[in-house]
């Protein structure tokens, strides 16, 4: 698996998990504050997905930190609908997939700039999953407080780690992607 | 022997993950640093992971990882058990330094694991199935972000943070 691939492979892991967990929470809950007044998950969301379409529009001839991104506006209650929350979110994803999706291994050496720093496209790739994940970790978090005992896993439950290993089944990200997807209900 | 510059692209991924200066805030390692024993071991409610509880989570995949570069037999971690360890079992501060200390090692044994890897061998499967080394690796620093994030929560609700 390529270099690319590989990362790739993780964003849809960490988006897989944040979809799974968003879709356990009822609309109300999306702007509640967290645990000990952290952000909502309502924030958590617009501020990865306000991230990621600043990052990755224009990836590899702009700056990414673009001029119209509004950060701050990120960490404010925006009482959004789930449909406009989500819209947000997945077009955060879709602008990353997108530009990662057009790069080749030979492209990874080029630089790009973020804030006026430069850095190498793989540089950037790996800060940017880093982020992704530490806050879509924060999202699951969020949202298994507010299931509490109706909390659907996400991952090997307590007790299961030997069932898992038994398994035949891959057990890559795009796997275990694949299976936060089946486990999602959509909500009416 | 050339060496391969994915393997410092990949060094350069679980480091800043896990204790080296990152961009993204605090990594697993930071988030850890200045929590007592009694934060660690305090419980949103019954039933949900403590602080303590992440640490070892973390450092048992980082030794599963390991596992599966180097091929080694399962059965080999320092602690009995797998995956979500109950901790504490003393909640007193040499057995929180005892676990920090586990998960540094897992860390460093992981590093030098990585380290190891032969030029061009990156993109073989590793002992895990459908999953190659690289992508192991790549995988090992996403999780470690994903608990810092976890913890840093935690640490806010205590208030201990």
Known sequence: MSVIASIEAEYRRYKALADAAISQVGDEELPELGPGGSNSIEILVRHLSGNLRS??????????????????????????????????????WRVLFEAVGGLTEADLSATVTVRNQPMRIDEALHRSLAHAAYHVGQIVYVAKAMRSEAWKCLSIPRGGSQAHNQAARPENAAAHAAALASRITPRS | MTRDPGLD??????????DHASWHGPNLRGALRGVTPAVASWRPRPGR?????????????????????????????????????????????????????????????????????????????????????????????????????????????????
Request: hydrophobic share 40%.
């Open chain 1, 55 to 92: 990052r990755f529009t224009d990836f590899r001839t702009s700056d990414g930190e673009k001029p119209w991104r509004n950060r701050d506006d990120e960490f404010e209650t925006a009482s959004l609908s789930r449909q406009q929350l989500l819209d947000g979110w997945d077009e955060g």
């Open chain 2, 9 to 18: 692209q990949l060094l350069f991924l679980i480091d800043t993950a896990y």
């Open chain 2, 49 to 161: 992971h403590n602080i303590w509880e992440l640490l070892v989570h973390a450092a048992y995949w980082k030794y599963v990882a390991w596992r599966r570069l180097t091929g080694a037999k399962r059965g080999s971690f320092a602690l009995a058990g797998s995956n979500w360890l109950s901790r504490p079992v003393a909640a007193t501060a040499r057995a929180w330094a005892e676990d920090l200390a586990l998960l540094d090692r897992a860390h460093t044994t992981l590093r030098e694991a990585v380290s190891a890897l032969a030029p061009g061998t990156l993109d073989r499967p590793s002992a895990q199935k459908g999953v190659s080394r690289r992508a192991l690796v790549t995988g090992v620093a996403a999780h470690d972000l994903y608990h810092a994030g976890q913890i840093q929560l935690l640490k806010r609700l205590k208030g201990g943070g």
